[in-house]
T-cell receptor
Framework: GQNIDQPTEMTATEGAIVQINCTYQ??????LFWYQQHAGEAPTFLSY????GLEEKGRFSSFLSRSKGYSYLLLKELQMKDSASYLC???????????FGGGTRVLVKP | KAGVTQTPRYLIKTRGQQVTLSCSPI?????VSWYQQTPGQGLQFLFE???????NKGNFPGRFSGRQFSNSRSEMNVSTLELGDSALYLC????????????FGPGTRLLVL
């Protein structure tokens, strides 16, 4: 089966840093995606990790530890527009399938 | 390149009716996946099509079905609608050859009364 856990909600201040953790236990794993979803909109791609380690993309970084079944998304220099839900998803290449966690709602306050 | 498009964007139906939703993938993408998103269950995988063949299916009843055409456009159908089918239905496209990013369309918001 698949079990993907992430916190339901986090609050942070503009300009600060927030780390969203994602733990997973899955029967197959080829990589882990992070998506951002603003209310009422479609998810948009943020990052994809296949190998262990940190991938940095501007203000956003994502980390993966396959042995620990753990990933995190780091958002730096938070802006008001970063208020959104952040979804981690485990990818299985067989069947091209994404299994999503419940999402973490991040609220950025001034 | 144009993004993933879905039609219609909003739909209101009554219980017992059936509905067909359409998804046009990014040009050149041959894989289309469908997801249901509800506040209670989050984003759940429905099925995936590649080159007109269903390659994978999630845990949804047989009332949910889909197909893909030779131009990679896909449709999903829900028959005998139930109140619990009210959701945002998202499709995502990818090239379909391996480990690639799936790009989501804007979704169809279905309300069942």
């Amino acid at each position: 089966g698949q079990n993907i856990d992430q916190p339901t909600e986090m609050t942070a201040t503009e300009g600060a840093i927030v780390q969203i953790n994602c733990t997973y236990q899955t029967s197959g794993f080829n990589g882990l995606f992070w998506y951002q979803q603003h209310a009422g909109e479609a998810p948009t791609f943020l990052s994809y990790n296949v190998l262990d380690g940190l991938e940095e993309k501007g203000r956003f970084s994502s980390f993966l530890s396959r042995s620990k079944g753990y990933s995190y998304l780091l958002l730096k220099e938070l802006q008001m527009k970063d208020s959104a839900s952040y979804l981690c998803a485990v990818f299985k290449a067989a069947g091209n399938k994404l299994t999503f966690g419940g999402g973490t709602r991040v609220l950025v306050k001034p | 390149k144009a993004g993933v498009t879905q039609t219609p964007r909003y739909l209101i139906k009554t219980r017992g009716q059936q509905v067909t939703l359409s998804c046009s993938p990014i040009s050149g993408h041959r894989s289309v996946s469908w997801y249901q998103q509800t506040p209670g269950q989050g984003l759940q995988f429905l099925f995936e099509y590649f080159s007109e063949t269903q390659r994978n299916k999630g845990n949804f009843p047989g009332r949910f079905s889909g197909r893909q055409f030779s131009n990679s456009r896909s449709e999903m159908n829900v028959s005998t609608l139930e109140l619990g089918d009210s959701a945002l239905y998202l499709c995502a496209s990818s090239p379909g050859q391996g480990t690639e990013t799936q790009y989501f369309g804007p979704g169809t918001r279905l309300l069942v009364l």
